[in-house]
T-cell receptor, first 117, second 115 residues
Framework: AQKVTQAQTEISVVEKEDVTLDCVYE???????LFWYKQPPSGELVFLIR??????QNEISGRYSWNFQKSTSSFNFTITASQVVDSAVYFC??????????????FGTGTRLQVTL | KAGVTQTPRYLIKTRGQQVTLSCSPI?????VSWYQQTPGQGLQFLFE???????NKGNFPGRFSGRQFSNSRSEMNVSTLELGDSALYLC??????????????FGPGTRLLVL
C-alpha cells in the first residue's frame, strides 16, 4: 500500500525566512508520480509540482524549490524568503503511474504553514 | 482555459437524505476523480471515471456512487446521509491516460454539512 508522511503538522515562520516542508513516501511501485499541492483557506487544491519517479532532478521555480531523493524516499519542498501569501496548508501526494496515468492520489496529512510579519 | 467547476459550492442536508454533486472537468480532460476531505481522515480518494467507466475506487461504502457522462462531466451521489459524511468534496480532472501531463487539477470543492 502507498503511504505519504508529512511529519510537520504546523510550521510558523516570520516573513522572509526560508522554510522546508518534509515529505516521506512509501510505495512498492517502481514507477510513480509525486505531487505538491497548496490549499489556501478557500479550500481549492492548487497544483504546485509533479515529479516522475525516474526524474530525480531538483527543480526551482521562483521562490519554490523541490528536492527529490529516491534513496531516502523523500520529496521535500522549500520556500525561500517566505511571504504572508504563502500561508496555507501544503499537501504532498503520491500516485501510481501504471499505464501512463496518474490515478488515485494518496495524500499526506498536510503541513499548515503560517507566515507572519 | 476554464478550470474545474463544481456545483453546488455549499450544501446543507439532514441525516437520511441523499445528495448529488456535480463536476465539470477542464476542457479536453476525460478523467475525473473525486476525493473527500475531513478533519479526521484527511484527503481520501473516492473514485475515478474515464470514458464513462469507473476505473478506480477507494474504500468507501456503497452509499457513495458516481457516474460520468459522454461530455466527461461527472456526478457523485451519496445516499442515506450520515453525520460523518460532512466534508469537503473535491473533484479533479486530468488528461486521458498516456496523454502526457498526468496532473490532477482540482475544483473549488463542495462543502457538505449533514445535520
Amino acid at each position: 500500500a502507498q503511504k505519504v508522511t508529512q511529519a510537520q503538522t504546523e510550521i510558523s515562520v516570520v516573513e522572509k525566512e526560508d522554510v522546508t516542508l518534509d515529505c516521506v513516501y512509501e510505495t512498492r511501485d517502481t514507477t510513480y508520480y509525486l505531487f505538491w499541492y497548496k490549499q489556501p483557506p478557500s479550500g481549492e487544491l492548487v497544483f504546485l509540482i509533479r515529479r516522475n519517479s525516474f526524474d530525480e532532478q531538483n527543480e526551482i521555480s521562483g521562490r519554490y524549490s523541490w528536492n527529490f531523493q529516491k534513496s531516502t524516499s523523500s520529496f521535500n519542498f522549500t520556500i525561500t524568503a517566505s511571504q504572508v501569501v504563502d500561508s496555507a496548508v501544503y499537501f504532498c501526494a503520491l500516485s501510481e503511474a501504471l499505464t501512463g496515468t496518474a490515478s488515485k492520489l494518496t495524500f499526506g496529512t498536510g503541513t499548515r504553514l503560517q507566515v507572519t510579519l | 482555459k476554464a478550470g474545474v467547476t463544481q456545483t453546488p459550492r455549499y450544501l446543507i442536508k439532514t441525516r437520511g437524505q441523499q445528495v448529488t454533486l456535480s463536476c465539470s472537468p477542464i476542457s479536453g480532460h476525460r478523467s475525473v476523480s473525486w476525493y473527500q476531505q475531513t478533519p479526521g481522515q484527511g484527503l481520501q480518494f473516492l473514485f475515478e471515471y474515464f470514458s464513462e467507466t469507473q476505473r478506480n475506487k477507494g474504500n468507501f461504502p456503497g452509499r457513495f456512487s458516481g457516474r460520468q457522462f459522454s461530455n466527461s462531466r461527472s456526478e457523485m451521489n451519496v445516499s442515506t446521509l450520515e453525520l460523518g459524511d460532512s466534508a469537503l468534496y473535491l473533484c479533479a480532472s486530468s488528461s486521458p491516460p498516456g496523454a502526457g501531463d498526468q496532473t490532477q487539477y482540482f475544483g473549488p470543492g463542495t462543502r457538505l454539512l449533514v445535520l
